[in-house]
């Protein structure tokens, strides 16, 4: 059983450190692949006639292209990984050990839009408008294709589909909302390279307005796709699990207020794409081409949150919880207890009272930390803070019935007592308390609620549901 230690960022919870890279990044990516669209399109209106200005504009909008997505995206790129592996190697590892030659083309592409961008980059001046042409579409084709395999793997996490029987990497890649994703993501791409055209063509000093108008009605045309966003945004959702699809419609109001976030930032952006750049060529200054590409990063924030947030109680779904557990080891985790194969000790400077709140600290480290913190964002003692010791004792226990979109609690009564006895701890500071001798009624009631919660998640793939119930009864 492969345990990874999980760092805590009080009074930040881990997730939102990978969430905010992730969300920098992924923005940045999908313009890149926008742009090289973009680009091609540009190049061909230059080579045949229809803009004067658009030659002009390429090779100025490549070097914003090229210091943006191929630094910062990079940059990024890397904070991921880095940032994953600091809160949810076990994720990771997952992914790469059932994906590993999927990851190593989707680099072989990259390498290519790296090949393709600076030879256009360095070279777009002294060769012909066909050369540029052919670097251009490369360039684009290799970026597509980064987003065509990572989109695979990414929506795998929330729809495995026949990867769970079969553990076929076809069926895992090609899963239920593989090709809604990918053409909504395609889409949003080519949103967002419009929108930083309308900015760029604004920088573009040597042009008076006229000029400038021509140039931003033509990014304009990128935007048109914008009215396939809905047909695609609920084709994505019917191919969700019903009970995802339940968080995302109202069954948690978090979830539902990012979709609504994302959806009216996507509305307003399209609405004035449509009327106002496409239909009646109207001119956008700096400014507003900056409102706009706000509203479309917080569209972009809002649905990476939907996306991850859809996947509970699973990191992958049906196969990993979000905390790194496996359903078949949970029966396991529950007679040995949790900790057997957790070989690290508490950082340096962790707080506790004594041995019971050591274990209980350990526990709430392999349990609780990929999503919570101790006290401050999604903090677990403020949000049982108003729990006695045996109403957190059952909610504990029966933890996937008491809140569905969390993964039963993985171990024995020893392991849960401890973890009561550190939080209350942690508010309390009540050392004798605390570290008091485990009472045997107390550990026979935890006994009798975790076997009436049995060790099934509430969210169960297709077809263990009657099973499952057999089983549990």
Known sequence: MDVYPVNQYDPLMPGIMIAIVAVVHVFLAQFAVGGGMLLCYFQWLAMTGRSANARLFVHGYFKWLVLISFVAGAVTGVGIWFTSIQVSAFTIGGMIRNFHWIWATEYLFFLLEVFAGYMFYRYHQKISDAACMKLLVMYAFAAWMSLFLINGIISWQLTPGGWIEKHSILEGFFNPTFWPSLFFRTIVALTLAGLVACIVVNTMQSLDQEAKRKLINYAAHLLVPMVLMPILGGWFLLAMPADSRGWVLGGSPTMNLFLNISIGASLAIGGYALIGLYLQRLYINGA???????????????????????????????????????????????????????????????????????????????????????????GVTELTESWDEDQMRMNIAKLQHTKPFMPPFAGNAEDLESLVRYLKWFNERNDEQAEAPMEEAALADINKWLDQAGTEPASKPPGREAASSEGDS
């Open 288 to 378: 507003t081409a900056t409102l706009l590409l706000m509203l479309a990063f917080g569209a972009t924030a809002g649905g990476e949150f939907v996306r991850e947030g859809s996947r509970k109680p699973y990191s992958i779904r049906y196969w990993m919880y979000s905390n790194g557990i496996h359903p078949d080891q949970v029966a396991q985790m529950r007679k040995e207890g949790c900790l057997v194969h957790d070989p690290y000790p508490l950082v340096n400077g962790t707080e506790v009272a004594g041995e019971i709140t050591t274990r209980g600290a350990k526990v709430f480290r392999r349990q609780c930390a990929v999503c919570h913190t101790v006290s401050g964002l999604n």
